[in-house]
């Protein structure tokens, strides 16, 4: 099925480093979404983004919608050993979610 | 509030039976949508449900499907089970303005031996 390009794939930093990841698709997206799984949990949604160019903050993450609308990256400051888990991005067309494959976050303490 | 529960959380069953398996959306919510995550595809689109009717579907074959009741609650049945069905099932509901809003269930995890 179709799904967005995420990257990286797997990531395994030092506590205290900042995380870079982002999505790249062919298809323009009105929406983009960034969500974060835990072990044995469902998908829990970290940040909206509904405008191109947007630019969001929750805590210390930071997500940024693409002017092209085709886009869109999430950074984490600062990270701490609960930041770790599978980040997902995923664009809204229609009624419908297209996801990324996920970056698997490893934090090293 | 309670959020959105999937029951049963863990089944196993062998090829060629059939399952289904259950989500009750949040309180107030009466769109539910349903996901199918494995580690070689990602989460892949099943359908949506909203107000019991279907309202989107995924590229899923005919074994794949689902209904909506009268309270919201959702099921989900698939038929003939295969092998490659083995996957996390997920559940979304939404009842704000848009998809945006959705709220996932934390999955069954189904394995066909």
């Known amino acids: 099925g179709q799904q967005l390009n995420q990257s990286p794939q797997s990531m395994f930093i030092q506590e205290g480093e900042d995380v870079s990841m982002n999505c790249t698709s062919s298809s323009i997206f009105n929406t983009w979404l960034w969500y974060k799984q835990d072990p044995g949990e469902g998908p829990v949604l970290l940040i909206a983004l509904y405008k191109a160019g947007e630019l969001t903050s929750n805590g210390r993450l930071t997500a940024q919608f693409g002017i092209t609308r085709k886009d869109s990256f999430l950074n984490i400051s600062a990270s701490i050993p609960s930041d770790v888990g599978i980040y997902f991005c995923a664009g809204l067309r229609g009624n419908k979610l297209v996801f990324g494959a996920g970056t698997i976050l490893r934090v090293k303490s | 509030k309670a959020g959105v529960t999937q029951t049963p959380r863990y089944l196993i069953k062998t090829r060629g039976q059939q399952v289904t398996l259950s989500c009750s959306p949040i309180?107030?919510?009466?769109?539910v949508s349903w996901y199918q995550q494995t580690p070689g595809q990602g989460l892949q689109f099943l359908f949506e449900y909203f107000s019991e009717t279907q309202r989107n579907k995924g590229n899923f074959p005919g074994r794949f499907s689902g209904r909506q009741f009268s309270n919201s609650r959702s099921e989900m049945n698939v038929s003939t089970l295969e092998l490659g069905d083995s996957a996390l099932y997920l559940c979304?509901?939404?009842?704000?303005?848009?998809?945006?809003?959705?709220?996932f269930g934390p999955g069954t995890r189904l394995l066909v031996l």
């Open positions: 309180s107030g919510h009466r769109s």
């Open positions: 979304a509901s939404f009842g704000g303005t848009g998809q945006e809003t959705q709220y």
